[in-house]
């Protein structure tokens, strides 16, 4: 689909087709290109066939990089046309296993909260906001929607505001406060006979569509290229060219946490780390019509897995485990010292 093309105007089924034969063709890009294909199916209104996807990602005999939002993207799905017992059990499995990811804890409080599930709703934006930002000292910006959701369900159930509203509402940069976006009574104003309130809440509209706006064109990280001990072992023996760029394996790691904290101290944000594979570098150099071995490809092989969402943020957030892949904490591996 063109990123010009209006969403009514879009063909959701066909566009579904197209994403399905593009994951066979790009077996490494599957999960993100049927989480893709199966929006567009839930948009059709073809909410079986969505649930079809979802099951066969959670099938796949490779594993996922986010089985969790998979599982949470399912049970919203199934919520939707009639299956709420099992959607139910699969939000409290999710919450029982409190993935380390803000996204599932948002789908399944948001799917509770479209139930008027508030209370629900409210739990689980706390569980996630707990799990997650307890020890933060600043929340990234991934968890946002969770402060945000929670702000907003609070609002509905009439609590006061409490140690994570005031972080909300810090972290809210639109013109209009959090307060009266999430205001309950912003329903009757659209009936309203008044002038005045309709065009509060024309301004209050302007405002979060300037947030969503803001959110669909933040750019992808900066990435720096990141290869297992394997994937470069084999990419040196295939292209010596190569081993000026990569000495060794443990100075390649070093130099990826350098550079990182060279570019963080110089004021560049949004920064990730991108893995590569020898058969996708060697399929990116084909597409280039370039050698794998000239080394001024490395950094474009970065930024186009940065570009298709390849990209794991960095820092890694408190108590996760190291970009590396040793299984050990980032603050007793790589992280020591930062």
């Not at 390649?252 to 904290?261: K, M, Q, V």
């Not at 990730?272 to 150099?285: D, K, L, Q």
């Not at 298709?308 to 040793?326: D, F, L, N, Q």
């Amino acid at each position: 689909m063109r990123p010009d093309t209006p969403a009514e105007n879009v063909d959701h089924p066909a566009e579904a087709a197209r994403l399905e034969r593009t994951a066979g063709l790009y077996p490494e890009d599957a999960e993100a290109l049927l989480l893709q294909a199966a929006a567009h199916l839930e948009l059709a209104g073809d909410r079986p066939a969505a649930t079809t996807l979802y099951d066969r990602l959670l099938s796949a005999p490779g594993g996922l990089d986010t089985p969790y939002l998979v599982r949470a993207l399912k049970a919203s799905n199934l919520w939707e046309y009639g299956h709420e017992a099992e959607a139910r059990a699969i939000i409290d499995g999710i919450r029982a296993a409190a993935p380390r990811d803000p996204a599932p804890w948002v789908i399944v409080a948001e799917s509770l909260e479209s139930h008027d599930e508030l209370e629900a709703a409210q739990e689980t934006f706390t569980e996630g906001v707990t799990l997650l930002l307890a020890d933060a000292q600043e929340p990234p910006h991934s968890s946002h929607p969770l402060l945000f959701g929670r702000h907003r369900v609070r609002r509905m159930l009439g609590a006061a505001h409490d140690d994570w509203d005031v972080l909300a509402d810090t972290l809210h940069s639109s013109t209009v406060s959090l307060d009266e976006l999430h205001d309950p009574k912003r329903v009757w104003s659209l009936g309203s006979d008044n002038p005045a309130e309709l065009e509060a809440e024309i301004s209050r509209l302007r405002a979060e569509l300037g947030a969503y706006r803001e959110e669909l064109s933040r750019p992808f990280p900066v990435a720096v290229l990141h290869w297992p001990a394997g994937e470069l072992a084999e990419l040196v023996a295939a292209y010596p060219t190569l081993e000026a760029e990569y000495p060794s394996h443990e100075t390649h790691l070093a130099t990826i946490e350098a550079s990182l904290r060279e570019l963080s101290a110089s004021g560049t944000g949004n920064l990730g780390i991108v893995t590569g594979t020898v058969p996708s570098y060697e399929a990116f150099a084909a597409s280039e019509a370039a050698s794998p071995g000239d080394a001024d490809l490395l950094p474009q092989y970065a930024t186009t897995l940065a570009a298709r969402g390849k990209a794991v943020g960095w820092p890694p957030e408190r108590g996760a485990t190291c970009w590396c892949g040793s299984g050990a904490a980032y603050k007793g591996c790589h992280g020591v010292g930062a």
